[in-house]
């Protein structure tokens, strides 16, 4: 259980405006990406787009839901640290489990089928004429 719950809280002006300035950013080097489309290297376009989503990241870093995104990403990584990895011998060995078991499954739901077609086809179709 997590100790650390807070209530949530509105967002305030200046981070409003902050995420606004942070869209208009982003925006612009959009639109500039579109027009310097016959003037400017496309590579040279790209890398202003990048340069805007990263300048918009910035800004939009240092908002209240940036920091949660913050904290997030934070407490995940923490997360990943406690998870235990298969080794690659006991991956190699469950994937073989499971490709023997999509084997034995398709063969059974083909001879299933080819059951039904014969009884449906051959006896029931037949009985009628």
Known sequence: MNTKAEQPRGTSAADIGKLVLA???????????SWFENTVAASVRL??????????????AFTAPGRRVR???????????????????????TTLVIIAVVIVLS?????IDLILKSVVLDWLLKLGS
């Open 107 to 111: 063969l059974l739901l083909g001879l």
């Open 23 to 33: 869209t208009l950013v982003l925006v612009a080097g959009i639109v500039a990406y």
């Open 47 to 60: 890398i202003g787009v990048l340069a805007a989503l990263v300048a918009a990241l910035a800004i939009g």
């Open 71 to 93: 904290n997030f990403i934070a407490e995940s990584q923490f997360e990943m640290r406690k998870v235990v990895w298969p080794t690659r011998d006991e991956t190699l060995k």
